[in-house]
């Protein structure tokens, strides 16, 4: 007994359905993984002080530190918290370029360590000019 075959005489074609889902969720996945600008959510509650306001310099290297104790460095955030890789982002963001006025802002409620390190890796780095940004005194 002969069995027929029809088989053989389909056409073969591609199925596009599960490429799409899988273009699709990977798209999804991209969105939500992407890195968004953090200086834009970065809020500071500088400490306050009683003093005069000092005018901003053109050129002033920027070092924040959040109330957590990440650091911002101009740009760029540093994705560890040790000396060294901070030393490091403050030499790539200055260039050669040691005169340069230093701006430390830290947010009120920041680890006297974070504050430290900062210090530490300004000094390392042959900083020597470091101004320390504050709120002015609440009046009551």
């Known amino acids: ?13 591609i199925n596009l359905v599960p490429l799409i ?3 699709l969720v990977l798209i999804i996945f991209f969105v939500i993984t992407t890195t968004f ?9 500088l400490p306050s002080a009683k003093g005069e306001p000092v005018a901003a310099q053109a050129k002033t290297l920027s070092v924040l530190i959040n109330a957590d104790g990440h650091y911002f460095v101009d740009e760029r955030e ?3 918290t040790d000396v060294d890789a901070l030393k490091q982002t403050i030499e790539e963001a200055a ?9 430390l802002r830290a947010d009120a409620r920041t680890p006297h360590q974070a504050v430290v390190t900062a210090y530490d890796a300004l ?3 042959g900083f020597r000019k470091i101004q320390i940004a504050t709120a002015p005194e609440a009046k009551r």
């Open 1 to 13: 007994m002969r069995i027929r075959d029809d088989r053989a005489h389909e056409e073969p074609e």
């Open 21 to 23: 889902d899988v273009i």
């Open 37 to 45: 600008d953090s200086r834009s959510m970065l809020q500071l509650q």
């Open 78 to 80: 540093v994705l560890r």
């Open 95 to 103: 260039d050669q370029d040691r005169d340069r006025p230093v701006l």
């Open 123 to 125: 000094a390392q780095a």
